[in-house]
Nanobody, 125 residues
Framework: QVQLVESGGGLVQAGDSLRLSCAAS????????MGWFRQAPGKEREFVAA????????YYADSVKGRFTISRDNAKNTVYLQMSSLKPEDTAVYYC??????????????????WGQGTQVTVSS
């Protein structure tokens, strides 16, 4: 079992930066694939970013590429999502996810077995 707790969300203005954290317990973040997803009101949950178990590969949605960066701190067993140049359309609940499956796309929710409770990010214009 992996428990995930997100933090760092809040209300910011367009153009600001924010860093989300996902603290994991029950398993080392270096032993699982980690991802960030988001869900805006009235929309389906969508992929944002992911980092492979080895840490050697990262993946981003086109909508956030160049603005968001996923990283992890093995010593703190925490994964981060650094968000910059935020836009109102980035407003959503952001979820952290962990999984161990191979052969499934990092962009798919099906790759991830464990999910956090989410943290709200609101970007005002």
């Amino acid at each position: 079992q992996v428990q995930l707790v997100e933090s760092g969300g809040g209300l910011v203005q367009a153009g600001d930066s924010l860093r989300l954290s996902c603290a994991a317990s029950g398993r080392a973040v270096s032993s699982v694939h980690m991802g960030w997803f988001r869900q805006a009101p009235g929309k389906e949950r969508e992929f944002v970013a992911a980092i492979s178990r080895s840490g050697s590969s990262t993946y981003y949605a086109d909508s956030v590429k160049g603005r968001f960066t996923i990283s992890r701190d093995n010593a703190k067993n925490t994964v981060y999502l650094q968000m910059s140049s935020l836009k109102p359309e980035d407003t959503a609940v952001y979820y952290c996810a962990a999984g161990t499956r191979y052969g499934t796309s990092f962009y798919s929710q099906n790759k991830y077995d464990y999910w956090g409770q989410g943290t709200q990010v609101t970007v005002s214009s």
